[in-house]
């Protein structure tokens, strides 16, 4: 008898995007039925919340040796999406052994602004000789094989060339980054209609380098 889910498992502009979260911020428990989703910005915990219809209370949570509650956590259990996130390439403890995710090309972009969402960031500064603004684009991760997949598939649906992928002094995480002109077409491409689920404060930030060019 197959068990009912209460998610529904159909890929969508709205579901690719939370699954770029749970890949980023997101922990699968050993259990083999919690998700768990945790993070600083409460309204991208709500947004999940959201999108995938959950009843679930938002907890509050403090990390390491700090007593600072200053983290929301969303814990949730289904088994049959936990299984489907074994499936498409979501592991427990996934965060140094994460690798290509089986996201439907048409939803990449979805998935990569929560990706974008739950590690990236947009930094911006003046080139030192021409004195022009520059903008990166960079996505974290402990595990060089998602980055590597993700760098692909960008270069591959974005038709860009540019992208590398670098280690931090004293770090444990390696970054993905993209140059100026990379990083203004994935921008334009992740934030394609004002409706599509995102972080308000990073939207604004992409928004505002968009304007301008």
Same mark, same amino acid.
């Given at each position: 008898?197959?068990?009912?889910?209460n998610i529904d498992l159909i890929w969508s502009p709205e579901f690719a995007y939370v699954i770029g979260?749970?890949? %980023?911020d997101g922990n699968l428990s050993p259990s083999g039925r919690h998700i768990n989703i945790t993070s600083k910005d409460r309204e991208m915990v709500?947004?999940?919340? %959201?999108?995938?219809?959950l009843m679930n209370k938002i907890g509050r949570k403090a990390r390491? #040796? %700090?007593k600072d509650k200053k #983290?929301?956590?969303?814990q949730f259990g289904d088994i049959n999406f936990y299984e489907f996130l074994l499936s498409i390439g979501l592991t427990p403890k996934k965060s140094k052994t994460i690798g290509?995710?089986?996201v439907p090309d048409k939803f990449f972009r979805d998935f990569l602004r929560g990706c974008f969402d739950g590690d990236g960031s947009l930094g911006t500064f003046r080139h030192p000789e021409s004195k022009?603004?520059?903008v990166r684009l960079r996505i974290t991760s402990a595990s060089p094989a998602f980055l590597i997949?993700?760098?692909k598939s960008a270069q591959r649906l974005f038709v860009i060339e540019g992208g590398y992928i670098y280690s931090p002094k004293n770090k444990s995480v390696q970054i993905l980054s993209f140059g100026k002109a990379d990083s203004i077409k994935i921008l334009h491409l992740m934030y394609y209609k004002k409706s599509v689920p995102a972080l308000s404060r990073k939207r604004k930030i992409a928004t505002g380098l968009l304007v301008g060019e």
């Open positions: 008898m197959k068990r009912k889910s979260i749970i890949a %980023s709500e947004t999940v919340k %959201s999108i995938l219809r390491g #040796y %700090s #983290y929301f956590v969303l290509a995710v089986a022009h603004p520059q997949w993700l760098l």
